[in-house]
Structure formats: structure tokens, C-alpha cells
């Protein structure tokens, strides 16, 4: 394994520039979909599950004084990943530039880099079975097991522009299984995880995005404040896979699973209808008709 501190992506790759994923793949069917943002914050705390990944986003992230500029920067940075071209590669090296510096020490005496293989490559792999678990709830559809294969493939070159070599995350998704139970071996309620999951949790009024949209959003947030608080608590360990939240230990009812699947299913009959502008977010939408112009 590479040496804690060293950039994954230096240490023993090969060195032929990364190819993103394929425009007529599922990634670019539903990745920018707007029904990103709902499945998004799950992902993110999934994350911090892992003590070393906690740790560092504890440490250093500005997610509790930056909330608003944090998100936006993620969902940019993420939709870069999958529809950014040549900007993917470029976004993948930013990224790995500002890790560098991130490191410390667990709560229990553990020493962490974000740049350790085994920290980076939880980040990325998440991913993956959170997007299966929001194509069943959000986008109702089950996927084939050659699909998820193809989803799994499309995921892990994304993961190499972000700087992974191919030996840090398994080559299928049959493979990626038995890594995925171990790392969930793992997992634990960080105090990042429970400040990411408890709906009581507030923040401050929307600080970023279109005027006209934050503005009235400023307005009405004293009565928007704590609803959407549960609603994002709600969201984020809903569609977490279930094993993974049960691995983390934060408890999911029947009744919740049915409030959350219906919830899917009026999200899908209003968003399937909405034009491909209004569908998929800016950056993804851009990227679609630039593609197709081309083609």
C-alpha cells in the first residue's frame, strides 16, 4: 500500500491520460438528474462513517460554518467528475492538490492522510451503492445485474481521474463486493455522522444560487428552517443502502421505507415530465447538448 502521505495518483500509476465516462452510459443518463441533490447528502455521510474520513472532515471541512458554499462546491466539483470532459482530469488533480495537506489523528489515537488509499478510495467508492439504492427509490428502477456491472465500470474510471490507481479499487463489481463488506466492518457513528443525520440540526438561510430563488428562500426561512432539516435528515439516511446503515447503526423503520418510496414515486411522475433543461441540473444539461451538437 502507498505510504500515507504520498498522492495516489504518483505513486505507481500508469501514466496514459484517464478516459471519463462514455456520454451513452448510465452515468450521463442519470448522474445530473436533478434528483442528484436529493441523494447527494447520503453519499457525503456515508463518507465520514469511516473514523479516518470523519476525522478529517471534523477537522477541516467548513461544512458546519459554510454549509450553502460547501454544498454548491461539491455538486459542482461532483458533476465535473462525469460530464466535464477535459475539465474531469483537470478537477481530479484540484482535488488531489487540496487534500494534500489533510491529515491528523482519530479520537482514538489513529493517524489519517485523505490521501491514504484506503481513506480515498472509501470517499469514491460510496458512490456506487448509493446510486443503486436511489435508482430503486428515486428513479424506480431496479437495475440488471449487467447494468450494475456497466455502472460499477463507468464509476471506477471515474474514480481514476480523481486519482485512484486501478489497484485501489477492484477491476467488478462481483469483486468490489467482498472490499465493500470489509470496509462496512468498519464504519462507526462518527460525531460527523450523527451531525449530518440528526433533523434538528439547522443552519442559517441560503447563501448561494440564483437571486431570485434565494432571496424569497431567505425570507420564508424561518418557516422553512426546521422542515427541511428532517426532510434532509430524512433523505440522507434513507438512502443510504441499507446494509451500510445498518453498519453505521442509525435505525430505519417500515413505515419510513414506505413514506421514502412514495415519496420516489411522486418525485419521478413530476421530474420524468419536465423538459431536459429543467430535468437535469446546468452544468449536466450544458453537457448533454454540447454532445449532441458535436454528434
Keep these: 500500500m502507498t505510504a500515507p502521505h504520498q498522492d495516489p495518483a504518483t505513486a505507481g500509476r500508469r501514466t496514459d491520460p484517464p478516459v471519463g465516462p462514455p456520454p451513452d452510459g448510465l452515468l450521463w443518463e442519470f448522474y445530473g438528474d436533478v434528483r442528484f441533490l436529493m441523494w447527494l447528502p447520503a453519499a457525503l455521510a456515508l463518507q465520514t462513517a469511516l473514523p479516518g474520513v470523519g476525522a478529517g472532515v471534523d477537522d477541516h471541512s467548513v461544512f458546519r460554518t459554510d454549509p450553502w458554499g460547501r454544498a454548491d462546491r461539491s455538486v459542482r466539483s461532483a458533476l465535473l467528475w462525469v460530464y466535464g470532459g477535459e475539465e474531469a482530469a483537470a478537477e481530479g488533480r484540484r482535488l488531489r492538490r487540496l487534500h494534500r495537506s489533510i491529515s491528523g489523528t482519530t479520537p482514538d489515537g489513529r493517524r489519517y ?11 469514491h467508492a460510496t458512490g456506487y451503492p448509493v446510486m443503486l439504492r436511489a435508482l430503486s427509490v428515486l428513479h424506480g428502477r431496479s437495475c440488471t445485474p449487467a447494468e450494475q456491472e456497466a455502472l460499477y465500470r463507468e464509476w471506477r474510471t471515474v474514480g481514476v481521474l480523481l486519482g485512484l490507481r486501478d489497484r485501489d479499487l477492484p477491476a467488478t463489481a462481483a469483486e468490489f463486493a467482498p472490499r465493500y ?31 431570485p430563488v434565494r432571496v424569497p428562500l431567505r425570507i420564508a426561512w424561518p418557516l422553512l428552517r426546521r422542515p427541511t432539516a428532517r426532510l434532509l435528515a430524512f433523505l440522507t439516511v434513507g438512502l443510504m443502502p441499507p446494509e451500510a446503515r445498518a453498519a453505521v447503526g442509525l ?6 421505507e414506505r413514506r ?7 418525485t419521478g411522475a413530476v421530474v420524468t415530465r419536465l423538459p431536459e433543461r429543467l430535468r437535469y441540473l446546468p452544468d449536466a444539461a450544458r453537457a448533454r447538448r454540447a454532445h449532441r451538437a458535436r454528434h
Excluded: M
Design 113 to 123: 492522510h485523505s490521501l491514504d488509499p484506503h481513506l480515498y478510495g472509501w470517499v
Design 181 to 211: 463488506r470489509a470496509w462496512l466492518d468498519e464504519l462507526v457513528a462518527t460525531p460527523v455522522v450523527r451531525e449530518l443525520t440528526d433533523p434538528r440540526n439547522t443552519v442559517g438561510p441560503p447563501d448561494h444560487g440564483p437571486r
Design 251 to 256: 435505525p430505519w423503520s417500515e413505515q419510513q
Design 260 to 266: 421514502l418510496r412514495a415519496l420516489g414515486r411522486a
